[in-house]
Nanobody, 122 residues
């Protein structure tokens, strides 16, 4: 299975930006890739996913503020987060799933990186 290593979490103020990175031990072009987040007391929710062909799905709560670029040559996935809000505060996870099935639901993902904390203060 692929190994996913996540980095980039930090504490920022409202309106700030962060970029999370996920480095994968296998070619990410072989997988559906995604970012999820989990706030205390809440379920893990899908933030954004990207198919092997580059098509993306973005959760409506972050659409227009977050993007999910990837670099196949570096086996790296990113989450560019702009105009951050306090409600974006959560632990963020990178996930990989089967190439042929991709969506923002957890059931499509089988491999996970460690979480990274994003805290947005008002």
């Amino acid at each position: 299975p692929p190994r996913l290593v996540v980095s980039g979490g930090d504490s920022v103020q409202t309106g700030g930006s962060l970029r999370l990175s996920c480095v994968v031990s296998k070619p990410i072009s072989d997988y559906c890739m995604g970012w999820f987040r989990q706030a205390p007391g809440k379920e893990r929710e899908g933030v954004a996913t990207i198919r092997s062909n580059g098509d993306t799905t973005i959760n409506t709560s972050v659409k227009g503020r977050f993007t999910i670029p990837k670099d196949n040559a570096k086996n790296s996935l990113y989450l560019q987060m702009n105009s951050l809000k306090p409600e974006d505060t959560a632990t963020y996870y990178c996930g990989a799933g089967l190439r042929g099935s991709c969506g923002v639901e957890k059931r499509y993902f089988f491999y996970w990186g460690q979480g990274t904390q994003v805290t947005v203060s008002s």
